[in-house]
């Protein structure tokens, strides 16, 4: 391909160029997450009206202070859908978070907890959903996305950490959380770049008293 039409390409901008940014970027909204770095990676922080997975080897592995500085900034309800345990009222406060303003949804049926998030989000009275759930088809995550776009919500799926990474699903972008002497998050997919290796999320002050207590012990 001659110079002059790859750079008539690029002008019309059919040409993704790696690292750059597409114009519209600009025209989008996010919202900081708390941590700078990771901000940096995602283009400007979470992309407002998107759907982002959140990849677990296990349960309480440092995920919800993870999201906690975005659930503090919440003035509408957060809505937690088969939280792996019930919310703690007096853990909520002592994380800032108004317990009034968390509401926890319980389905076990894949089907009918995305149709429950879809509810809430066209309802327009949350703030952030939260949904722990398994593997959910491209089906399904197309679903979500559409809706999440169109009502321009914030959502968070928990699913199973995964060996493989190479399906196809519609999420904005796909995290790998792990503790292994602190957090370590691992972008597997993001909109505006490629995939990038593991980095340390200090959220050590977000945890709970205990459990800060115990990691200073150990180290």
């Known amino acids: 391909?001659?110079?002059?039409?790859?750079?008539?390409?690029?002008?019309?901008?059919?040409?993704?160029?790696?690292?750059?940014l597409p114009a519209q970027?600009?025209?989008?909204q996010f919202i900081e997450s708390g941590w700078s770095e990771l901000d940096q990676h995602l283009?400007?922080?979470?992309?407002?009206?998107?759907?982002?997975?959140?990849?677990l080897h296990a349960p309480f592995s440092g995920e919800l202070a993870f999201l906690m500085p975005l659930l503090q900034q919440q003035t509408r309800p957060t809505v937690w859908l088969n939280p792996p345990c019930q919310p703690y009222a007096p853990g909520l406060r002592y994380q800032q978070l108004e317990p009034d303003l968390q509401w926890c949804l319980y389905e076990s049926d894949p089907l009918k907890a995305v149709w429950a998030i879809e509810q809430c989000l066209q309802a327009q009275q949350v703030g952030v959903v939260l949904a722990w759930l398994p593997e959910l088809s491209a089906a399904c995550v197309r679903r979500l996305q559409q809706t999440a776009e169109q009502q321009q919500q914030l959502v968070f799926i928990f699913t199973p950490s995964k060996t493989a990474t190479t399906e196809a699903r519609a999420y904005v972008n796909r995290l790998r959380l792990y503790w292994h002497d602190g957090l370590h998050v691992e972008i597997l997919k993001r909109r505006f770049g490629w995939p990038l290796a593991a980095f340390r999320c200090p959220v050590?002050?977000?945890l709970p008293e205990r459990r800060r207590?115990?990691?200073?012990?150990?180290?």
Not at 25 to 28: N, T
Not at 43 to 55: A, F, I, K, R
């Open 25 to 28: 970027k600009l025209q989008q």
């Open 204 to 206: 050590e002050d977000f």
């Open 213 to 219: 207590s115990a990691q200073q012990s150990a180290t």
């Open 1 to 20: 391909m001659a110079a002059s039409h790859l750079h008539e390409l690029v002008a019309k901008g059919w040409v993704w160029q790696g690292q750059d």
């Open 43 to 55: 283009g400007g922080g979470w992309l407002q009206g998107s759907v982002n997975e959140l990849q």
